[in-house]
């Protein structure tokens, strides 16, 4: 479950992941990270102040050394699967859209879950309980059809298995 943090601790959130993991390179995708599992997904506020805590803590100013820009910051928050820039809900339901496991009940069991949840791709419930989600192959093919809701992967899942896994999330 995604932990959800006030929107007056978003600097202090955004602040604290730049100083923990540095500013460089290699530190913007743990850092985007951090603030997608804070919030459930990026706000573009918490791009802009990551950008100038990044440039603050790298020592220069944004105008005089481009570190990263809002831009390429932004395109990795959209670029990755595992970060989100729009608002979710609560729980994040994937759903892997992928040959192996389309091959072994995926397509059954895709009909399940948009009808279970009342959901297509990329909508949340009005209650923000779930979004739904496709991606590619999550690399445990073996046991397909698969879900990762939230951190939680679910194998050889049938359509008659849905309600009682979705039932464990509130
Ligand atoms: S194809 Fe679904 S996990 Fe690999």
Redesign the pocket.
Known sequence: MFKIAEEKNLVAIVEAAVEKHGAHADAFIPILLEINHEFGYIPGEAIRLARKKLHDLHGKSPEDHILVSEGQLYGLASFYHMLHTEKTGRHMVQF?E?????VQG?RELWKSIQQTLNLKAGETDSEGRFTLKTV??????GV???VLIDDDLYGNVAPEQLADILAKYE
């Open positions: 892997c992928s040959a192996p496991c389309h995926g590619s192959c999550l690399g445990v093919c397909g059809p698969v």
